[in-house]
């Protein structure tokens, strides 16, 4: 259950940064990992489960390394082509990242499926491809 997993991830980003021991960090990537490989549940991804692993990413890792950006990145990446895109998750990401760095992923990403002409103009949601964003009801 989705709504289950999503709890364990919420406990995670509520938690205290403690120093010594990521135990947060490390719970939420078990967890989102059983998610991801699950054969026992049948557990879909959502927005929330994204918004909630990049604010758990956020606290408890540094953006300057640059093996940790690329698990950011790829969180987001994977977020995208599972189309659980949202305003949510995307200022999740915005947070996450120097707005050079940000921008630029952006960019790349919206090369990578064919979409130029938003490259440069890129500021909301709407500007994104639908297909990030196919799974949110909510999103126009």
Same mark, same amino acid.
């Given at each position: 259950?989705?709504?289950? +997993?999503?709890?364990? @991830?919420?406990?995670?980003?509520?938690?205290? &940064?403690?120093?010594?021991?990521?135990? #947060?960090? /490390? &719970?939420?990537?078990?967890?989102?990992?059983?998610?991801?490989? *699950?054969? !026992?549940?049948?557990?879909?991804?959502?927005? !929330? !489960? =994204?918004? =909630?692993?990049?604010?758990?990413?956020?606290?408890?890792?540094? *953006?300057?390394? #640059?093996?940790?950006?690329?698990?950011?990145?790829? @969180? +987001?990446?994977?977020?995208?082509?599972?189309?659980?895109?949202?305003?949510?998750?995307?200022?999740? +990401?915005?947070?996450?990242?120097?707005?050079?760095?940000?921008? $630029? $992923? /952006?960019? &790349?990403?919206?090369?990578?499926?064919?979409? =130029?002409?938003?490259?440069?103009?890129?500021?909301? @949601?709407?500007? @994104? #491809?639908?297909?990030?964003?196919?799974?949110?009801?909510?999103? #126009?």
């Amino acid at each position: 259950n989705t709504h289950f +997993f999503d709890l364990v @991830l919420r406990a995670c980003s509520n938690a205290v &940064i403690d120093d010594h021991q990521n135990t #947060p960090l /490390i &719970i939420a990537l078990e967890t989102f990992g059983q998610m991801k490989g *699950s054969k !026992t549940w049948a557990v879909e991804m959502s927005h !929330t !489960t =994204y918004s =909630y692993m990049l604010e758990i990413c956020k606290k408890h890792i540094s *953006s300057n390394d #640059p093996k940790q950006s690329m698990l950011l990145i790829k @969180l +987001f990446e994977q977020c995208c082509e599972d189309g659980h895109l949202n305003a949510s998750v995307l200022e999740q +990401f915005r947070q996450c990242l120097s707005k050079r760095l940000f921008e $630029r $992923r /952006i960019k &790349i990403m919206m090369e990578n499926v064919g979409n =130029y002409e938003s490259v440069q103009n890129f500021r909301l @949601l709407k500007d @994104l #491809p639908s297909e990030w964003s196919r799974k949110n009801k909510s999103t #126009p």
